[in-house]
């Protein structure tokens, strides 16, 4: 199996522009809070979880709730503009890459990437007859460059909440 980080990013976030204008034609409310968390998104490929974009947008904009961050981020993934996933346990990350792809996901910062994986359709399993795969996702669990150095350079665990 051939794995690569080389993912073509077929379907971006749109604009903040163009996401206030598919919100409008869409017939939902336009706020100041939204455009923010539109701009945050813009350009984001770091799969960010509902919890960090309500930090990073609270100290932009103190009075954001977290309640609009959540409806936002579920009005963009009804409308095609985010898709939203489970890695590997814990919150639901939101990837503006909409396109068939797999993941990365580091098991002591939790931070993940999108990745290639080539070969998918020669998976052979035991158990499926009559159960019809309509989607396959692939999390690969293990360690980023940062932990896995944090690791090696000072013997500890590695263990720690902070996300890069």
């Known amino acids: 199996m051939q794995i690569g980080?080389?993912?073509?990013?077929?379907?971006?976030?749109?604009?903040p522009v163009e996401l206030a204008e598919a919100f409008r034609s869409n017939g939902l409310k336009l706020t100041p809070q939204r455009q923010l968390?539109?701009?945050?998104?813009?350009?984001?490929q770091r799969h960010p979880t509902a919890d960090e974009l309500f930090a990073e947008a609270s100290s932009r904009m103190p009075g954001i709730s977290?309640?609009?961050v959540y409806q936002t981020l579920n009005d963009l993934v009804a409308m095609g503009e985010?898709?939203?996933?489970?890695l590997g346990g814990g919150a639901t990350r939101?990837?503006?890459?909409t396109s068939e792809h797999h993941h990365l996901v580091c098991t002591v910062c939790r931070?993940?990437?999108d990745v290639a994986v080539s070969n998918?359709?020669?998976?052979?399993?035991?158990?499926?007859?009559?159960?019809?795969?309509?989607?396959?996702?692939v999390v690969f669990d293990g360690l980023c460059a940062e932990c896995a150095a944090g690791r090696a350079g000072d013997g500890s665990t590695g263990n720690t909440q902070d996300l890069h």
């Not at 980080?5 to 604009?15: E, F, G």
């Not at 939101?94 to 890459?97: A, G, H, I, Q, V």
């Not at 499926?128 to 396959?136: K, L, S, W």
């Open 5 to 15: 980080s080389n993912v073509a990013y077929v379907h971006d976030v749109r604009s």
């Open 37 to 44: 968390i539109f701009q945050l998104l813009d350009g984001n």
């Open 66 to 68: 977290l309640r609009t």
């Open 82 to 86: 985010l898709s939203s996933h489970t």
């Open 94 to 97: 939101f990837d503006p890459n």
């Open 111 to 113: 931070s993940a990437r």
């Open 120 to 137: 998918l359709d020669a998976l052979e399993f035991d158990g499926g007859d009559d159960f019809r795969i309509e989607r396959t996702t």
